[in-house]
């Protein structure tokens, strides 16, 4: 099993662009998560998802937009790139929610000049 | 607000001796803990948990101690190894979401 697989690895961004963050699981797991962990600080929740087709908002989901069309994916959206989302982006997936371990990703380092 | 903290952002140790990294925590309501792991470049890795209603859990090498009285989470580390080196995040399980604290680098010199 590969795991939790995340591209791209590094990315730079200009200020108002637009990408997607992928992400991949091969466990069967429901659960998904995106985080984001700044320099110093813990992860901080952006989305999450219970299943194909259900997700909701974290603990700091402005600017960011989720799907989850199938079990394995779980791609994250910025829109409008702003500076304050400059960070290092995790996806992680768990057999159930919260109450379980969770399997991380190794992480894409964005950078919004 | 409630948080999660930790005491100490760096610990240095000599291989082989016991580590212990400790957590604070503030919502007397939280029922899980975790404590996760992280290497320079990696993602988080988990490395044991605790519910409320234990106060000690005892995996490979690692205990987690939790105190709920004071509000205190504790990870011990038998016979530190060099490859313990990393960042190690506790969290705890609040409202529905887990909440981590900030991290703390833990450096074994050989």
């Known amino acids: 099993n590969a795991g939790v697989t995340q591209t791209p690895k590094f990315r730079i961004l200009k200020i108002g662009q637009s990408m997607t963050l992928q992400c991949a699981q091969d466990?069967?797991?429901?659960?998904m998560y995106w985080y984001r962990q700044d320099p110093g600080m813990g992860l901080k929740l952006i989305y999450y998802s219970v299943g194909a087709g259900i997700t909701d908002k974290g603990e700091v989901p402005n600017g960011y937009n989720v799907s989850r069309s199938t079990t394995e994916d779980f791609p994250l959206r910025l829109e409008l790139a702003a500076p304050s989302q400059t960070s290092v982006y995790f996806c992680?997936?768990?057999?159930?929610?919260?109450?379980?371990?969770?399997?991380f990703g190794p992480g894409t380092r964005l950078t919004v000049t | 607000g409630e948080s999660v903290g930790l005491h100490l952002p760096t610990l240095s140790v000599q291989e082989g001796d016991n580590s212990i990294i400790n957590c604070a925590y503030s919502n007397s309501a939280s029922d899980y803990f975790i404590w996760y792991k992280q290497e320079s470049g990696k993602g988080p890795q988990f490395i044991i948990d605790?519910?409320?209603?234990?106060d000690k859990r005892q995996g490979q090498r690692v205990t987690v101690l939790l105190n709920k009285t004071v509000k205190h989470l504790s990870l011990q580390i038998a016979a530190t190894q060099p490859g313990d080196s990393a960042v190690y995040f506790c969290a705890e399980r609040q409202g529905g979401k887990l909440i981590f604290g900030q991290g703390t680098e833990l450096s074994v010199k050989p």
């Open positions: 466990m069967n797991h429901n659960y």
């Open positions: 605790i519910r409320s209603n234990m």
């Open positions: 992680a997936s768990s057999p159930g929610h919260l109450g379980y371990e969770q399997y």
